[in-house]
């Protein structure tokens, strides 16, 4: 690193400008606490703030630097002075509307994997990754270590993995200002050799120095001993602390009662959590600088592009192909060409161009291999080499590919596949279903096979007319469907493809399926454009009506409401912008029950997810689950999206009040709980308690937003995908650092029931097909209590360097057969050993980190840092204090 003169003698004038201006920001100004922290430590800054503050400050440096295709570019001036949003620098830099709904959930998962630091068994009481107990050369290579597989994972193009490791190493890398006593030495700056290690840490404390005098009382202001060595405090017992050391401090830190008594973090504004909390601020400024120079590290390392894939710095979504090459399939296979070539050249060089692109083809009996790139043009050509070659039978391994294209697509994203037969896999549905809502990607079926016709392409075997059940199981799973349809229209239909590439959502109906002579009712406000109504199935007749009574039937062209086409059994109504606001009805007369969906274009959206307090601990907050489990108490947790794009620039910012549960498929009202706001309302997080009643729930259930915009009218808004209440909370851990060929990992499973008597069988399974041993296969547990068990998998010489595995633990219960089993997931990736030139910049080798995952944890001690913000995975309001160019 360079000196800090020599540094700044670097820098454009702009960022000169914006570091003197920095330092005439009010020192807390920047920083909102999130209500669990408030609770005990008011007026704290987190680590979900420090994390989230810088990295809108690069991203705004990055703007600031890369202007954007066909727009003027952004002018620091303008954003001087300003609370910062995303959801305003992505309209400042995109275009009005642009969503940043991507952005701010990978900056969530950056952030959550940082706050669960505190909670995870595998990392809250280990010293080396809080720089805790004077372990600061170790804490500095676990910390480097991190940003090096955060290098690794995101050049594999495995952003989940890379997010994680980021978090980890940001917590660690924000801990040492807390937890050290770099503060308390007048230092001003970050520490230089932190991120930079080529040199060592010097002056140092060793074993011998005493460090603190004792402190009776709650806030020590005066108990470091005056020497100019660093040092760090110890928590707990492990490891003892020796005579003369500093403590961690606070009411949990066991180490505090024993002379010298006391502690010096700095973690809170509370002196019952941080016996230095009069140097809180001065300790959060110092890790802010020090997160900011980490992204910029990283961006430095990745480039601009694999930046801002890293933290989804797009409006984009990515485009996602499963296909079926059996001989059948021809028709289908130029349809999926035809639109990858569309949106790639419709969409080139634009902000919604796709920022990652998968395709896996598949038939019988194989599957794979997937491609993965982030290049169009190598998509493009991958596809092109695809035709549709020998098989011709039903069924096939269209799941299996399914589950492989889920491994490596990114969250948030759509799935489309393409088939026209039967899953030969269907004992996957289960685990499909868990793992597109553990990846919340929404998946679609192009399936040219009408389910009810006997003839057709050649079958092994007499084949169910139920067939299908798996792809409709995973469609309402996944807040997708299944589209039946011929040949001759599969090209016409397959043009959602390039509309579901869009910023689209769907708007919730009421009923949710269609009743014989009762209209589905629908609501449409100011922000919504480019409204498209799709019905699909043997329909006689149907027609739309909106709120001014003007209907428009059937008939294929243009009407008074929109324009009609039809392809088969497949209508799609395109409605006329602008629509008028209110209530709609759609009235539809069919065989059987046909599926109508309405979707829209908006920026006003929000994203979910669930937590469990966490009060009896050295670090309150709420850590996030990723389903609610049944027992615990479990907070929702709201953020909307898009609250800037109002209709008139002057408007009041939109208000939600509340939260519907409906059941799912047929939508019976489980309950209204109402949401309270946590901060102010232009950052749009919402929190509501969820209802008893509706944890003992077993099926199913969706979630409704319910609101107002600026002037009063009707906001409604429904969640992608439904939730299912998790009937036992599992924990899957992984090992220190990456997977290398030709060696065994050792995994640990935790079982925990919290809602009463359970008798669970235990299964396993690894994709690629590993070799995996377990010593639990079968556990009965009583309520509150826990079961833990070993896993072994076994990497073949063979395996391809960055390559992605998935683990799945599955827990049935042995009883209630109509119960969903559990399912728990850890992504790792194998790392070959790679050409020297391939090799991370020496500053970043990679070590050997805790390195772990788990879709679903139990509440727990932490073990340091700053108070945590376990759940708050969105990008809130800050000011702005942009970072220093990259090193």
Not at 529 to 543: A, D, Y
Not at 770 to 794: D, H, I, M, Y
Request: with cysteine; aromatic share 6%; net charge negative.
């Amino acid at each position: 690193m360079l000196p800090t003169d020599e540094l700044l003698s670097h820098l454009g004038p702009s960022l000169l400008l914006l570091l003197q201006l920095q330092l005439l920001l009010p020192p807390a100004s920047a920083f909102f606490p999130n209500i669990w922290s408030l609770l005990a430590a008011p007026g704290s800054i987190t680590h979900q703030d420090l994390t989230e503050e810088a990295a809108l400050n690069v991203t705004l440096q990055l703007f600031l630097e890369q202007p954007p295709p066909g727009r003027p570019p952004l002018r620091l001036e303008d954003f001087l002075g300003r609370t910062l949003l995303a959801d305003n620098l992505f309209a400042a830099y995109f275009g009005p509307g642009s969503p940043s709904r991507r952005f701010r959930a990978a900056l969530g998962e950056v952030s959550r994997a940082n706050a669960a630091q505190d909670f995870l068994p595998t990392s809250r009481n280990d010293p080396d990754l809080h720089f805790d107990a004077e372990r600061l050369g170790q804490g500095r290579t676990r910390l480097v270590g991190a940003l090096g597989e955060t290098v690794v994972a995101a050049r594999a193009l495995d952003h989940t993995l890379a997010r994680q490791r980021l978090g980890a190493a940001l917590h660690a890398l924000q801990d040492f200002y807390s937890h050290s006593n770099w503060v308390e030495l007048g230092k001003q700056q970050p520490h230089p050799h932190l991120l930079w290690p080529r040199q060592g840490l010097r002056n140092v404390a060793q074993v011998g120095d005493p460090t603190c005098s004792d402190c009776e009382g709650l806030s020590c202001p005066g108990n470091l001993l005056g020497f100019t060595l660093l040092t760090s405090g110890y928590f707990g017992t492990h490891p003892s602390k020796p005579p003369g050391k500093c403590s961690h401090g606070g009411h949990f830190d066991q180490s505090s009662s024993q002379p010298p008594r006391g502690g010096i973090n700095k973690d809170s504004t509370s002196p019952g959590f941080s016996p230095h909390h009069m140097l809180h601020l001065q300790a959060a400024n110092l890790a802010l600088l020090a997160s900011i120079q980490a992204f910029s590290l990283l961006r430095s390392r990745l480039g601009d592009r694999g930046f801002s894939r890293l933290l989804d710095i797009t409006p984009a979504s990515s485009l996602s192909f499963v296909l079926d090459t059996t001989g059948s399939m021809g028709e289908e296979i130029n349809a999926a060409k035809i639109q990858a070539r569309h949106i790639v050249e419709q969409r080139r060089g634009g902000p919604m161009e796709p920022t990652h692109y998968v395709l896996v083809p598949f038939h019988d009996p194989g599957f794979g291999p997937v491609f993965t790139t982030s290049d169009p043009d190598s998509f493009w050509q991958q596809l092109n080499e695809i035709h549709a070659l020998g098989g011709g039978d039903e069924p096939e391994m269209c799941l299996s590919a399914l589950e492989l294209a889920l491994l490596h697509t990114p969250p948030l994203s759509d799935i489309f596949v393409f088939t026209d037969a039967s899953p030969k896999d269907a004992f996957l549905t289960n685990r499909v279903e868990s793992l597109t809502q553990e990846r919340r990607c929404r998946v679609t079926f192009l399936v040219t096979e009408d389910p009810s016709r006997v003839q057709g392409r050649p079958r092994r075997e007499v084949l169910s007319p139920l067939r299908f059940e798996p792809y409709e199981a995973v469609a309402l799973a996944s807040g997708g469907e299944v589209i039946f349809t011929k040949d001759q229209y599969i090209r016409d239909v397959a043009a959602i493809v390039g509309d579901s590439v869009a910023n689209l959502v769907t708007l919730p109906l009421e009923p949710p399926v269609v009743v014989p002579e009762r209209p589905l009712v629908f609501s449409v406000d100011g922000l919504l454009q480019k409204v498209t109504v799709r019905i699909h199935g043997e329909v006689s007749s149907f027609w739309i009506r909106n709120p001014a009574g003007v209907s428009q039937g059937q008939e294929e062209g243009e009407g008074p409401l929109g324009h009609t086409r039809r392809f088969g059994q497949f209508w799609m109504v395109s409605m006329n912008d602008p629509l008028q606001t209110g209530t709609w009805e759609i009235q539809v007369t069919a065989k059987g029950t046909p599926r109508v969906r309405v979707q829209a274009q908006t920026s006003l959206d929000f994203l979910f997810h669930f937590g469990i307090p966490m009060e009896d601990g050295p670090h309150p907050g709420l850590y996030p689950l990723t389903q609610p489990v049944a027992g615990l108490q479990t907070q929702l947790l709201v953020e909307v999206t898009g609250l800037g794009s109002r209709r008139n620039p002057g408007d009041p910012l939109p208000h939600f009040s509340h939260i519907v549960l409906r059941g799912v498929p047929h939508g019976a009202e489980l309950g209204r709980v109402p949401l309270e706001p946590m901060g102010p309302r232009e950052r749009g997080l919402l929190a509501a308690s969820l209802p008893p009643t509706l944890l003992s729930t077993a099926g199913p259930f969706s979630l409704e937003l319910i609101g107002q915009d600026g002037v009063g009218q009707g906001l409604h808004r429904a969640a992608p995908q439904p939730c299912a209440v998790a009937p036992v909370l599992l924990e899957l851990s992984g090992p220190s650092g990456f997977l290398a060929p030709g060696t065994e990992a050792l995994l640990s499973l935790r079982i925990a029931s919290f809602s009463g008597p359970q008798d669970l069988d235990l299964r396993t399974s690894v994709n690629p097909s590993f070799a995996l041993t377990s010593n639990l296969s079968r556990v009965r547990l009583e309520q509150n209590e826990s079961a833990w068990g070993c896993l072994w998998l076994k990497v073949p010489d063979t395996a391809a360097s960055d390559s992605v595995v998935m683990v799945t633990v599955t827990a049935i219960d042995r009883e209630a057969s109509t119960v969903s089993p559990t399912h728990a997931f850890l992504r790792l990736l194998v790392l070959g050993a790679a050409p020297q030139d391939q090799l991370p910049d020496p500053v970043l080798t990679t070590t050997s980190p805790a390195f772990h995952l788990s879709t679903l944890v139990t509440p727990g001690r932490a073990g340091g840092g700053l108070v945590g913000n376990p759940w708050w995975g969105t990008v809130g309001a800050v000011q702005l204090l942009l970072g220093l160019a990259s090193w």
